[in-house]
């Protein structure tokens, strides 16, 4: 069974960071694409960052520049590190599949006062 833990959310000022943390278990997390995303209530869920199990990155032209995804695949862990957070970066953050996913873990909240 996939299980996917997000931590490290919180609330920040503008121009703050965080670095958030994606706990992966139950697959190849090595061979696995994988994704950060955000939801905004009223919204739909959104794709913030990508890697690939090469290691290629994508991000969202609204966080280019700022956010960095990584992955530990020894520690089967993916990471966000997030800088410069603007207010309209507040959201729940989750992590899950790219090309494949599977059911959502519970987010992370991260909140970024102007």
């Known amino acids: 069974q996939v299980q996917l833990v997000e931590s490290g959310g919180g609330l920040v000022q503008a121009g703050g960071s965080l670095r958030l943390s994606c706990a992966v278990s139950g697959i190849p997390f090595s061979f696995a694409d994988m994704g950060w995303y955000r939801q905004v209530p009223g919204k739909e869920r959104e794709l913030v960052a990508g890697v690939n199990s090469d290691g290629d990155k994508t991000y969202a032209d609204t966080v280019k520049g700022r956010f960095t995804i990584s992955r530990d695949n020894a520690k089967r862990t993916l990471y966000l590190q997030m800088n410069s957070l603007k207010p309209e970066d507040t959201a729940v953050y989750y992590c899950?599949?790219?090309?494949?996913?599977?059911?959502w873990g519970q987010g992370t909240r991260v909140t970024v006062s102007s």
């Open positions: 899950n599949g790219r090309g494949w996913s599977t059911s």
